[in-house]
Every structure is written in C-alpha cells, then in structure tokens.
C-alpha cells in the first residue's frame, strides 16, 4: 500500500497512531523548523529555545517542539525531542529545508528514499528503531552477521561514528557543523563526512534530490577496483559492506573484477568494459548523460557533480561510471520490494515494452531492453 495525501486516518492505523506524526504536522506549522533551502548551517538565525531546552521543564512539565506538554525524559543534546525520527518527519516541499526521511503526504521522496514504504511491507527497506519493528523475515543483514534492529546513527546505524553507541554521541556536533548543499565532502571527519556517514566521500545535493536532473543530482563516491581485495574507504558501497560485507567483497569466483560474476559487481567501473560493450550506452549512446534515477558513482571528487560520464561531459576525466550499491537500492526504503529503486519483476528482457535504455536494469544493460 501507498499512501496518497489525505490518507491521515490510514496512516495513524499502520504506524499505530504515533503521536510524533501529528507533532510534526503542527510544528512545521507554527514554523519552529523552517529553516530556508539551502541554509548554511543548522538553526541558523533561530534562537537555542527553538530546538533546546536546559531542564526539559516549562511550569513543571515536559518541553516539546510543538508546544505541547507530553511527558518524556529528557533528550540527549538537551533537545526538546528524544530521537531522531520527530524532526525528520514532516512533508517535503521546495523550502522545508530539512531532509524529511518519513513523509506520508507529499510523494516527494528524497535520495534515500521514504521510510513511509515499510510501513507496507518489511522488505521494502531497512526496519529502524523508532519508525517499525523488527523485520518480520530478516533477523539478520544479508550477507553479513549483525543481528540487532538498526537505528538511525551509531553502532547500529549508519550515521555518524559508527563506533560510538549512542545515537546523538554518534553525530555530536554534525548538525551545528552541516554545510550548505553542494558542498564536496572528504570524509576527513564528521563535518566532512557526506550526510553525516563518517568517513564517507561525496557531494551533496543541496535539496537532497527532491529535484533531479542530469545536472543536478548526489555525486557519489566509487572506486574501480581491479581485484576484489583494492580499498573501498570512503565509497558509498563500502558503508554498506559493513553490515553486507560478501555483496561487496566475495562478487568474483576468484579475487578478480572480471567475468564470470557470482555476485553483481559494484566498485566495478564501466570504463573498464569494452569500448563496443552494451554499458558504453547509459544515459544515451554517445550522449552518456548522467541518469539520476540509476546513479553511477566517480572515482575524483575534484571532477565535481558530473552531467555525463566515459568523456562525454565537461570536467569528466574517466573512472566515473562505476556501479554501485546504490545504482540499484535506496538506502532508507522504496516503493519497491528489496528496497530497489524499480519494480524488478517489471524487468523483462527483450519485451515489447521500451524502457528506452533509462530505466532499471536497461540503463546499463541496454542491450536487453531490445527485441
Ligand atoms: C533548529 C534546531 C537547533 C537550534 C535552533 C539550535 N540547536 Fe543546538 N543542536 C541541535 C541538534 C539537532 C543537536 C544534536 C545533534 C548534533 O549534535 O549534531 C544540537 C547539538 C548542540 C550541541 C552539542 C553538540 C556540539 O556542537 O557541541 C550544543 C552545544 C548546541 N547544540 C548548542 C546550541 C546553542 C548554544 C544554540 C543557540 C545559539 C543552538 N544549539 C541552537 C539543534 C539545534
Ligand atoms: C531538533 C531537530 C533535529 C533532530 C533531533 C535531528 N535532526 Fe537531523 N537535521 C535537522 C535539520 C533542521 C537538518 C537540516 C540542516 C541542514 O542541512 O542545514 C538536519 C539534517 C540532517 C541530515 C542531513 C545532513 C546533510 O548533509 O544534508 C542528516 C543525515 C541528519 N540530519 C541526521 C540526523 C540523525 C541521525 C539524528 C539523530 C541522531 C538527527 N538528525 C536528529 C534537525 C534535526
Ligand atoms: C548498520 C548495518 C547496515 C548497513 C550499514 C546497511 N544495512 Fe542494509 N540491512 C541491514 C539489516 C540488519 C537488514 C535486515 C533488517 C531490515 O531490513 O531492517 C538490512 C536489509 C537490507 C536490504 C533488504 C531489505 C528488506 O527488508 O528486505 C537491502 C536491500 C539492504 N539492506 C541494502 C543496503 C544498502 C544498499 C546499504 C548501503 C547504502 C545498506 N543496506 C547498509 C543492515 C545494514
Ligand atoms: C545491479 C543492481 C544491484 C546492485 C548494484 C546491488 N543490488 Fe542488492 N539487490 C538487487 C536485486 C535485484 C535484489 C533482489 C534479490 C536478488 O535478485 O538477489 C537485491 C537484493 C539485495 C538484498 C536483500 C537480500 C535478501 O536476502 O533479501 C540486500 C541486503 C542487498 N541487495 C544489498 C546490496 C548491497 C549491500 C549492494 C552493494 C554491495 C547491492 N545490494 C548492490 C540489485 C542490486
Ligand atoms: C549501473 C549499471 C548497472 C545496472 C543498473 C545493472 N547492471 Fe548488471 N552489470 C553491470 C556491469 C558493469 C556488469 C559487469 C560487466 C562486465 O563484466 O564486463 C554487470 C553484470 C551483470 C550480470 C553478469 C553478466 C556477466 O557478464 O557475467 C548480470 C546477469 C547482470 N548484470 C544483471 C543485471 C540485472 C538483472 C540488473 C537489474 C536488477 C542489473 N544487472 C543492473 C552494470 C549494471
């Protein structure tokens, strides 16, 4: 099930009424987390009182972002909220400012998709503490070994130190530090360190692909990799080996980066098919434009967000068609099974069907897509 704007009543039922939704809705009203599109720097321009409180008590009871008065303990941060997912809820539009990661109303996904989705059904992406329970089929990661329900940052997570297990130790300090959209990231530390994934190289989008095209889209950062073994740091595809290492590292019957493939190869470079191969024509034959929808990942941050890749597009020195995890995942959750960025059983070879060499498997595979 998809949600629709309007769907409020259906949408308190499945994520059993939570309160936090109804929260958002009202504090994006009164305006208390609308900071502009593109904003340099969190709260910018806002007072500490509209995010912290130093007691947690106003008249002796609990403070909240929205003004009311339900009782919690106090959040970590002093925050007048005790996790992550209350701010990032809310309905995504050209000006919120904020990336909302659970929008039940706009339609308007993100780059990590919409965690709305596993609401629907468990396998259309990553289960967090917070939003669902635990997956009903996956007690554990595929292709990997952690068995706890995964939060937003830390240990269990994705964002931030990665060994620190407190949610908000994990990113301390990330927000006030956020640089505007755009910015290349070099992994260096937290504050350079793409969305906040320690370590992790790129460059942001500054609306977080609530607007894409050719141009304007995440460069995400890949390497090509020759032998199984060659170092991923700093690759998006490496953060997610950490929790689905054999996807990542065991693609090969041997060590090598080549054919025969017993796993899809990601860090795996499409400049290094031949130049007649049928990868030569994603995003166009000859054109090559980038296609947001099935990203490809570059080996040089400094070539910046690229509109093209193999040489077609200005700044482009090669090394920029790899595939990655995430040319086919979102990586928060999708509309679709296995949290794909398209419906796979839509996927058929050789049909009458044209996806017209952009879409799904046919933006690389372009040959299969044919009669
Ligand atoms: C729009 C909301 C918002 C506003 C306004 C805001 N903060 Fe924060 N602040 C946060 C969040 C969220 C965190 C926790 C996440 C993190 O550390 O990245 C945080 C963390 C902090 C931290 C701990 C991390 C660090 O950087 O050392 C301090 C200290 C802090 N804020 C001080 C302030 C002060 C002082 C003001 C006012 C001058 C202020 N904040 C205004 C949201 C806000
Ligand atoms: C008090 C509200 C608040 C809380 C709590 C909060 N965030 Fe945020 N977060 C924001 C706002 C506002 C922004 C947009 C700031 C910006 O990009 O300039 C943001 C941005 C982000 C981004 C995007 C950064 C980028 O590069 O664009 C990530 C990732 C993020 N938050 C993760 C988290 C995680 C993880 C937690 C919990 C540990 C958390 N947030 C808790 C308000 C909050
Ligand atoms: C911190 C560990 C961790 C990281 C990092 C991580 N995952 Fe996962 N992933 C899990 C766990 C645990 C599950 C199974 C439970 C669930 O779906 O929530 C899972 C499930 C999945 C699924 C199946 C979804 C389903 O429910 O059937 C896909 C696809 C997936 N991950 C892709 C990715 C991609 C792509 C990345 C990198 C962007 C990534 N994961 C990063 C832990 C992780
Ligand atoms: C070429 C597209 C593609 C790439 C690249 C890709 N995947 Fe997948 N992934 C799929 C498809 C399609 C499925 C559905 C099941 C299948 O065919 O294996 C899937 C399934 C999964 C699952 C669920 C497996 C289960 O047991 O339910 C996980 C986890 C996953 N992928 C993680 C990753 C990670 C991590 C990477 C990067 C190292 C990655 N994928 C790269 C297409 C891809
Ligand atoms: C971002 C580009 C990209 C996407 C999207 C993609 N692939 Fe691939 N795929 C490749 C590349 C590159 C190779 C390895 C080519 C080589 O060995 O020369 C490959 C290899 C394969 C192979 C093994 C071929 C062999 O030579 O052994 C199969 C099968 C395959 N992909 C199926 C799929 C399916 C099904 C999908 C959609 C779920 C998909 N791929 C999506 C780029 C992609």
């Given at each position: 099930m998809q949600y629709k704007k309007g769907d409020c009543e259906e949408m308190k039922k499945t994520i059993n009424g939570r309160i936090l939704y109804l929260a958002l809705i009202s504090y994006s009203a009164v305006g208390l987390?609308?900071?502009?599109?593109?904003?340099?720097?969190?709260?910018?321009?806002?007072?500490?009182?509209n995010c912290h409180?130093?007691?947690?008590?106003q008249n002796n009871a609990s403070m909240n972002m929205d003004g009311s008065t339900t009782s919690h303990a106090p959040g970590a941060?002093?925050?007048?909220?005790?996790?992550?997912v209350a701010c990032h809820t809310g309905v995504n539009t050209a000006?919120?400012?904020?990336?909302?990661?659970?929008?039940?109303?706009?339609?308007?996904?993100l780059a990590g998709g919409n965690f709305t989705y596993v609401a629907a059904a468990?396998?259309?992406g990553h289960n967090i503490v917070g939003i669902d329970g635990v997956d009903g089929a996956l007690g554990t990661a595929p292709g990997g070994s952690m068995t706890t329900q995964l939060t937003c940052a830390g240990t269990m997570g994705?964002?931030?130190?990665?060994?620190?297990?407190d949610q908000f130790g994990a990113i301390s300090g990330a927000h006030h530090g956020v640089s505007s959209g755009g910015a290349t990231m070099s992994g260096a530390d937290l504050n350079n360190s793409y969305r906040m994934l320690l370590g992790v190289q790129g460059i942001e989008d500054a609306d977080w692909e609530k607007s894409t095209s050719a141009t304007d889209h995440n460069q995400y950062y890949g390497v090509a990799r020759n032998?199984?073994?060659?170092s991923t740091t700093g690759t998006i595809s490496a953060l997610c080996a950490a929790c689905h290492g054999d996807f990542h590292g065991d693609v090969n019957a041997g060590t090598t980066?080549?054919?025969?493939?017993i796993r899809h190869p990601t860090d795996?470079?499409?400049?290094?098919?031949?130049?007649?191969?049928?990868?030569?024509?994603?995003?166009?034959?000859?054109?090559n434009a980038y296609v947001p929808g099935v990203p490809v990942a570059s080996?040089?941050?400094?070539?910046?967000?690229?509109?093209?890749v193999f040489g077609a597009g200005a700044g482009d020195v090669g090394t920029d068609a790899i595939v990655t995890c995430v040319s086919c995942h979102r990586?928060?959750?999708?509309?679709f099974a296995d949290m794909l960025r398209w419906q796979y059983s839509g996927m058929v070879a050789h049909g009458t069907a044209s996806n017209d060499n952009v879409a799904g498997c046919f933006a690389c595979h372009t040959t299969k897509d044919d009669i």
């Open positions: 987390l609308v900071p502009t599109a593109g904003q340099a720097r969190m709260g910018e321009n806002q007072p500490c009182s409180t130093m007691h947690n008590s941060a002093l925050l007048m909220e005790t996790g992550c000006s919120s400012g904020i990336p909302y990661v659970l929008d039940s109303t706009s339609g308007d996904d468990d396998a259309n994705c964002h931030g130190d990665r060994l620190e297990a032998a199984e073994g060659d980066m080549s054919n025969p493939w795996f470079d499409m400049d290094d098919t031949a130049a007649d191969s049928e990868y030569r024509s994603y995003g166009g034959a000859g054109v080996s040089d941050m400094s070539d910046g967000v690229l509109s093209a990586v928060h959750a999708s509309e």
